[in-house]
């Protein structure tokens, strides 16, 4: 899922998806509305906190 919304999220940054369109893409539950699958190289859990 991380992978998922990374990839969005570049999509964001080259501007072929709008800010407010995550949230939308998010609920609608559909993962063709969402970018690219990103590859894991690099991706590492950094800190978890509970509150």
Do not use: C, F, H, W
């Amino acid at each position: 899922m991380v992978r998922i919304i990374a990839g969005t999220l570049v999509d964001v940054g080259l501007g072929k998806i709008e800010p407010q369109e995550i949230k939308k893409i998010i609920d609608s539950k559909d993962r063709k509305r969402a970018g690219k699958t990103l590859p894991p190289n690099g991706l590492y859990l950094l800190k978890v906190e509970y509150n």
